[in-house]
C-alpha cells in the first residue's frame, strides 16, 4: 500500500486545467491536502477541502507565496506564452520552497529543446526531486474539432498523420503517482496511449461514439497554415505542421511507461473520445 511522502499540502499549477483539475482530484482520493493555485479564484470550482490561492504561475513572487509550505508541486507551463522568458526564475522560486517537482513536459523536450526542454533544464538545476512527465499529445487536442465533427466534416491538413494521444486522466494518474509515491525521482516518462491512431481514424471514432457519421477531408497546405497561424500564432503554426509532416511516415512512439506506472493498460482513443461525447454535441460544440 503507498502513502503520500508527506503530510504537507501539495502544490497544483493549472489546476483548472485538462490534466490539473484531475490531478486534483487524485491527490484527494489519496488523502493528501491539495492546495491550487488559479488566476481567478471567484471562477475556479474545487472540491470541498482544496486551499486555493490567487496567483499566476509566470510570476515569481505568486509561485513563492503559493509553495510556500507545500511539499510538493505539479508544474505545468504555458509553453507558447511569452513569459516563457521567465521559466528558469520562476523554477528556481519553486524548487527553493518544495522537495518535489512533477512537471508536464513534451516528448522529445530533450532532443528538439524548446520551451518544454528549456523548464526542464532549469527543474533540473533547482530542484530538489523532479520527474518529467513527456506527453506525446493530449487527446484533448481533438476538441478543436467539436463544431465540425457534428456537422460531419473534419477539413484539415495530414489525415494520414498518426499520433498516440493520450488521455488527461492517464496523464493525471501519473502525476500523481510521482507526487505522492517514491521510486519516481529523476525519471522522465514518455507518456503515451496504447496505439497509433491517424487523424482520419481520429474523426471517425469521434462520430461513432457521437452516433453521427464523420469524415476527414483533405485541406490544402497553405490554406491550413494561414488558419492555424490566426489560432495559435505563426511560430507555433509552423512547429505543428512540421510535426504533422513527420507523423506521416512516422508515427508516434507508443510507450509502456503508463502500464508500467499505472500497472494497467494505458487508455484508449476511444475511452477518450466517450468520455467526452457530451463536448460533441450539437448544444455543446456550436462556436
Request: no cysteine; proline share 5%.
Amino acid at each position: 500500500m503507498t502513502q503520500p511522502t508527506t503530510s504537507q499540502p501539495i502544490l497544483v499549477t493549472g489546476a483548472t486545467g485538462n490534466t490539473g483539475r484531475h490531478v486534483v482530484a487524485g491527490l484527494l482520493a489519496e488523502g493528501v491536502p491539495v492546495r491550487a493555485l488559479t488566476r481567478d479564484p471567484e471562477r475556479a470550482r474545487f472540491p470541498e477541502g482544496v486551499e486555493v490561492v490567487a496567483g499566476d504561475v509566470t510570476v515569481p513572487a505568486d509561485v513563492t507565496r503559493a509553495a510556500r509550505g507545500a511539499g510538493a508541486a505539479y508544474l505545468v507551463w504555458p509553453g507558447t506564452d511569452a513569459a516563457a522568458k521567465r521559466a528558469a526564475e520562476v523554477v528556481e522560486a519553486l524548487g527553493a520552497e518544495v522537495g518535489r517537482v512533477v512537471y508536464l513536459s513534451a516528448a522529445g523536450a530533450e532532443e528538439t529543446g524548446g520551451v518544454w526542454g528549456g523548464v526542464e533544464r532549469a527543474v533540473r538545476r533547482s530542484a530538489r526531486a523532479w520527474t518529467f512527465l513527456r506527453v506525446t499529445g493530449l487527446a484533448t487536442n481533438a476538441l478543436a474539432w467539436s463544431d465540425k465533427v457534428h456537422r460531419g466534416v473534419v477539413r484539415a491538413p495530414f489525415g494520414a498523420a498518426s499520433r498516440s494521444l493520450v488521455h488527461e486522466r492517464d496523464v493525471a494518474a501519473m502525476a500523481v503517482r510521482a507526487l505522492v509515491d517514491d521510486g519516481h525521482a529523476g525519471r522522465a516518462y514518455l507518456v503515451t496511449g496504447p496505439e497509433v491512431v491517424s487523424q482520419t481514424d481520429q474523426v471517425r471514432v469521434l462520430g461513432e461514439e457521437v452516433g453521427i457519421p464523420a469524415r476527414w477531408e483533405e485541406q490544402p497546405l497553405d490554406e491550413a497554415l494561414v488558419e492555424l497561424s490566426l489560432e495559435v500564432g505563426v511560430e507555433f503554426a509552423h512547429q505543428i505542421i512540421e510535426h504533422w509532416t513527420v507523423n506521416v511516415d512516422i508515427p508516434e512512439e507508443v510507450s509502456e511507461d503508463v502500464a508500467r506506472v499505472l500497472g494497467r493498460p494505458a487508455l484508449s482513443f476511444r475511452e477518450w473520445a466517450r468520455d467526452h461525447v457530451a463536448d460533441f454535441t450539437p448544444d455543446r460544440a456550436e462556436p
